[in-house]
């Protein structure tokens, strides 16, 4: 009865003077003379009365106004594709039995995904059903709230994983006005695996391949492959460990040199309920190579680096070779090679006209990598020189050199068999010749081994020959061949000796016992040990001794008379000490380049020494002390000297190193020419359905006045092209926009016409390979907290019916203009009046 507890008020108050008529019209009632009776007449007084109070009441505005609790709750229910599985279910239990709750309040129960509707209000089926794949909160929360009248108390109960892809609902909750209740959903219920993007990174600086990250994204841990293709060609496939949450892959791709590549990643997971997002693409631009022009100092196919050439081609460069009679009309065209190598030319093959332009060259952005051993940075020939102007270091003043150290372990066989022929006598004979070759300086070691290896004489100088000589008359033949572990023992002595030379000379006339004889050849090779071998007789086997001895850089003698054991192990020993050869040495950092690696390489051989410029970089040194590897930069360019002459064929083992190509790969990308920048930039992002253009371009380089007409076109998936218009920004960026909602790949060029110049061209693609409403992530709590919050809300994970129902305080003041009703009954009471005096009763 709430019209008992209404207040009634006028618009019109001033109107109620008209009830001064009422006793006018009682006075008139009372004297007008009639034969009715007095009943009647006053039936009809009070019919009169009441009808010009209830006219008088309506004329003057009357309202009822009254207190109300009742509310106007509207359920926004998000049925977009993010809102699936168990979450689904238990919200449409959840709406079911707010529906059912005993109340007085209205409810009402939206759905939205790209728009909101009625929940049931198309029976039919005449409108298009929601489009899941879209989450228009905002237009659900503005329209609900304009759909509670005055008369009812607000509420609006939101019930979605807070995904948008379209609008901004932070802005229109608070526009609405509403108290907005929030029940969060959970995002992406059933296990699922995601793509979320391919992030560009920069070149790889060995490869100039182009890096990629591949962010991921899963609701589960578990197992999962990538496959990566290049315009349609599988080059890689990856088993990877997927994390809850994001996970990011490195991705290495080959680029292609001459037109752009498609790079599509595909992500296969086991459990995965949308196989829709398990795609990207991008398109990398073409990656043009670099252009090396080696000037060779031996130019045919017989140079002894050419396994330095093969190291420097391939795929990832172009090499034009040449000799050095034919730089000057190379250097014709600077811009044709983004770097020079000088291998092993001497400064005195070039004139001084060529060192100009090659200075120029260089100085102007180009590149210049010279190696060389003593015929480039020979004092002699290198000081004074145009090479030394240009190169970061200078002659170093001869030295006196010394005679190199030379540590020789001989190793011998003296099993039972060696007791034959005389072989044990004639062993010694020669271990005792080749030690008197040797000077005093030089060290040595005799290891005999049988059945256990046995040193006889440890390895030290050999200052004391006769001692030594002493202790080899002791050897004597017994037991079996038991080699390798004396081979070992002897070669962990060469390598904890101080030496400029270590060699090894080998000495059986049997079958050795089983060892792993070609490995320990091997890690001689890399320390810089010479190993030669010889071998005694018919019984022993040669083909171990030959590969030992290849492998380790030495060489085999086979004697079948015991009595040229003696000659032959004297020449091996003048070979060793003999200084017609490289010195050896380990190469070590001095300065760390990134990508530049030399861990695990063999010692290099022969190199100059030369003194860094104050300027210059060191990289590497030579035995720990020399400048071996300079860089230095020379005007735009840079130059760089490798004082030891790396590629030719005394310096096999370390061109045999596995990372002799990267380490030249590496050097070459750091000295030549840098790439020009583009003269365009183009970028564009994706926010929501709508894409952004953004051209850049330096006003200080590009003369305004020269810039004729932007144009800026668009190719969609289907194939349309729609020219879009650059709008001016600011000096030198324009910015354009365009719808991006169907998938696949959007193409954008640019052109911008010159009046003087060829147009400037740019291009780029963007893709949509999914919809937004796939793209896996959790549910965005901070927004619908922070909508609860500036509404007014509640935040509330674990709703009842009854909690959402529950009274807040909120009232709205409700108000009745009954007037059409007062004039309708003033109008029943006339005719009641009418009856009363007309029908007598």
């Known amino acids: 009865m709430w019209f008992l507890l209404a207040e009634i008020e006028f ?146 109960v939101l019930l979605s994983d807070g995904i948008e892809t379209q609008g901004q609902v932070a802005k229109a909750a608070l526009g609405a006005g509403v108290p907005i209740d929030v029940v969060p959903l959970p995002a992406f219920g059933q296990p699922d695996a995601c793509l979320l993007e391919l992030v560009t990174r920069p070149l790889d600086p060995v490869t100039g391949s182009p890096h990629l990250e591949i962010v991921a994204y899963s609701n589960h841990a578990g197992a999962a492959q990538l496959q990566v293709t290049v315009e349609g060609q599988t080059v890689a496939e990856e088993s990877v ?111 001084e006209p060529v060192y100009d332009e090659l200075e120029q060259y260089v100085r102007q952005g180009g590149g210049l990598i010279v190696m060389g051993g003593n015929e480039t ?81 440890e390895i030290e100088p050999v200052g004391d020959k006769v001692s030594l000589l002493r202790q080899i008359d002791t050897l004597q033949p017994a037991g079996q061949t038991n080699m390798y572990q004396a081979v070992e023992r002897a070669f962990l002595a060469l390598l904890q000796t101080v030496a ?41 086997e040669q083909d171990l001794l030959v590969e030992m001895a290849r492998i380790a850089g030495g060489r085999h003698h086979h004697c079948d008379d015991p009595k040229d054991v003696p000659g032959v192990m004297v020449r091996e020993t003048r070979a060793a000490t003999a200084d017609d050869t490289p010195q050896s040495f380990a190469t070590s950092v001095y300065r760390s380049l990134p990508g530049l690696q030399i861990a695990g390489s063999p010692q290099l051989a022969g190199y100059v020494l030369t003194n860094p410029k104050p300027e210059a970089e060191q990289l590497l040194m030579a035995a720990g002390r020399d400048p071996l590897l300079v860089w230095w930069p020379h005007g735009s360019g840079i130059a760089v000297a490798l004082t030891c002459d790396a590629g030719n064929s005394v310096n096999q083992a370390w061109q045999q190193w596995p990372g002799y190509t990267d380490f030249w790969q590496r050097l070459v990308r750091h000295a030549a020419r840098r790439p020009a920048p583009p003269r365009l930039e183009l970028s564009l992002v994706r926010q929501g359905d ?18 004729e007409t932007v144009r800026i076109t668009v190719s969609s998936p289907d194939g349309d092209a729609l020219a879009l218009t650059p709008i001016p920004v600011v000096a030198g960026r324009y910015e354009a926009s365009f719808p991006a909602v ?76 009954p007037w059409r009703y007062l004039v309708l009954a003033a109008l029943l009471l006339i005719v009641t009046d009418l009856a009363i005096r007309r029908i007598r009763f």
């Not at 006598?425 to 040595?444: I, N």
């Open 742 to 817: 169907a998938q696949g790949e959007y193409r954008v060029e640019v052109s911008i016409d010159r009046s003087a110049a060829p147009p400037l061209t740019a291009g780029a693609s963007l893709f949509v390979d999914y919809p937004d409403e796939l793209r896996l992530r959790t549910n965005d709590v901070d927004l619908l907290q922070a909508i609860a919050t500036a509404t007014g809300g509640r935040y509330d994970p674990e709703p009842t019916p009854e909690s959402l129902l529950a009274p807040d305080g909120r009232t709205v003041q409700r108000r009745h203009s």
């Open 11 to 156: 618009e019109y108050p001033a109107r109620l003077g008209w009830l001064a008529v009422l006793p006018l019209l009682a006075y008139f009632a009372w004297r007008t003379r009639s034969t009715a009776s007095s009943r009647r007449r006053l039936a009809s007084f009070a019919c009169r009365a009441l009808t010009v109070a209830l006219l008088v009441a309506a004329f003057a505005g009357i309202s009822l106004r009254w207190t109300s609790d009742q509310r106007r709750v509207i359920l926004l229910v998000d049925r977009s594709r993010s809102v699936e599985g168990e979450g689904r279910l238990s919200t449409d239990r959840f709406v079911e039995a707010v529906k059912n709750t005993s109340s007085r309040h209205d409810i009402v129960v939206w759905d939205f995904a790209d728009r909101p509707v009625p929940a049931g209000h198309d029976p039919a089926g005449a409108e298009p059903p929601l489009n899941s794949l879209a989450s228009d909160l905002a237009t659900a929360v503005q329209l609900a709230s304009a759909a509670i009248p005055d008369r009812f108390v607000p509420q609006i």
């Open 377 to 457: 940075f020979g004092e002699s020939v290198y000081r004074g020189s145009g090479l030394e102007r240009l190169l970061p270091v200078t002659a170093a003043a001869a030295i006196e050199t010394r005679k190199p150290v030379v540590a020789i372990a001989l190793v011998i066989d003296r099993s039972g068999s060696m007791e034959a022929e005389n072989r044990m006598e004639l062993a010694k004979l020669a271990a005792k010749q080749s030690v008197q070759v040797l000077d005093s300086q030089d060290k040595a070691g005799v290891m005999a081994f049988s059945d256990a290896p046995l040193w006889v004489a």
């Open 500 to 540: 400029d030379r270590r060699y090894m000379i080998l000495l059986t006339d049997g079958i050795p016992s089983p060892g792993d004889y070609r490995e320990i050849a091997q890690r001689m090779a890399d320390r810089g040990i010479t190993l030669s071998t010889v071998s005694l007789g018919y019984e022993a």
């Open 690 to 707: 709508t894409a952004f253009v953004r051209l850049d371009f330096d006003p200080v380089l590009e003369d305004a006045t020269d810039l």
């Open 241 to 351: 460990a997927l994390v809850a949450g994001e996970n990011r892959f490195p991705l290495s791709v080959p680029p292609n040199r001459t037109v752009s590549s498609l790079i599509q990643v595909t992500l296969l997971a086991q459990s995965d309920s949308i196989p829709e997002n398990n795609v990207r693409r991008i398109r990398l631009p073409a990656v043009e190579k670099l252009r090396i022009l080696l000037i060779d100092a031996h130019p045919t196919n017989q140079s002894p680096r050419q396994t330095f050439r093969e190291a420097l081609a391939g795929d990832r460069f172009t090499v034009d070779v040449s000799s050095p009679d034919q730089l000057a009309a190379k250097l014709a065209d600077p811009a044709s090679h983004h770097l020079i190598v000088l291998a092993g030319v001497s400064p005195r093959e070039l004139d």
